[in-house]
T-cell receptor, first 114, second 113 residues
Framework: AQKVTQAQTEISVVEKEDVTLDCVYE???????LFWYKQPPSGELVFLIR??????QNEISGRYSWNFQKSTSSFNFTITASQVVDSAVYFC???????????FGGGTRLMVKP | ETGVTQSPTHLIKTRGQQVTLRCSSQ?????VSWYQQALGQGPQFIFQ???????GRGNFPPRFSGLQFPNYSSELNVNALELDDSALYLC????????????FGPGTRLLVL
């Protein structure tokens, strides 16, 4: 069985602070894919990144960066110099090699205050 | 925007009724997945359609059914609605393959009274 845990249910920061969202996963597959999605109040899930299990290189995209560590089964997401527009619920998700479904964590609600 | 559209945006039904939700996939995509997201929770996989056939199903009863059409659009049908069916229903389209990424539509908010 696959499982994704996002222990932080809610985080509140002041604009320009850095913030890290944690994601821990469980899977027996040797090949799998990890994702982060952003869900603003409108409800649509916005794709942010996909990571393959065989590629542990960290990635940076503007103010966003992702730290993938297989040894600890974690795929954490950092927002640098947060902005009010970053306020949303962020979901980490996992897809196994043979499966076609995404298993989502419970989400982390990020509130960035001006 | 992903190019995935869903209709209607909102819907109110009463217990025992039936509902049909619709989804148009992004151009070039051949796979549609449906998810149910209860308030304050992560999305839960309902099922996926590929080549007009169900291709994987989550832990949902048979009263949740679907269709995929030749143009890759899809419908989600729910019979005998229950109060717990109140949720945001999300459709995602993708191009089937090892590294497929699912792109989501805006969702349909269903309220069952």
């Amino acid at each position: 069985a696959q499982k994704v845990t996002q222990a932080q249910t809610e985080i509140s920061v002041v604009e320009k602070e850095d913030v890290t969202l944690d994601c821990v996963y469980e899977t027996r597959d040797t090949t799998y894919y990890l994702f982060w999605y952003k869900q603003p109040p409108s409800g649509e899930l916005v794709f942010l990144i996909r990571r393959n299990s065989f590629d542990e290189q960290n990635e940076i995209s503007g103010r966003y960066s992702w730290n993938f560590q297989k040894s600890t089964s974690s795929f954490n997401f950092t927002i640098t110099a947060s902005q009010v527009v970053d306020s949303a619920v962020y979901f980490c998700a996992l897809r196994g090699n043979a499966g076609n479904m995404l298993t989502f964590g419970g989400g982390t609600r990020l509130m960035v205050k001006p | 925007e992903t190019g995935v559209t869903q209709s209607p945006t909102h819907l109110i039904k009463t217990r025992g009724q039936q509902v049909t939700l619709r989804c148009s996939s992004q151009s070039g995509h051949n796979t549609v997945s449906w998810y149910q997201q209860a308030l304050g929770q992560g999305p839960q996989f309902i099922f996926q359609y590929y080549r007009e056939e169900e291709n994987g199903r989550g832990n949902f009863p048979p009263r949740f059914s679907g269709l995929q059409f030749p143009n890759y659009s899809s419908e989600l049908n729910v019979n005998a609605l229950e109060l717990d069916d109140s949720a945001l229903y999300l459709c995602a389209s993708s191009f089937r393959g090892p590294g497929e990424t699912q792109y989501f539509g805006p969702g349909t908010r269903l309220l069952v009274l």
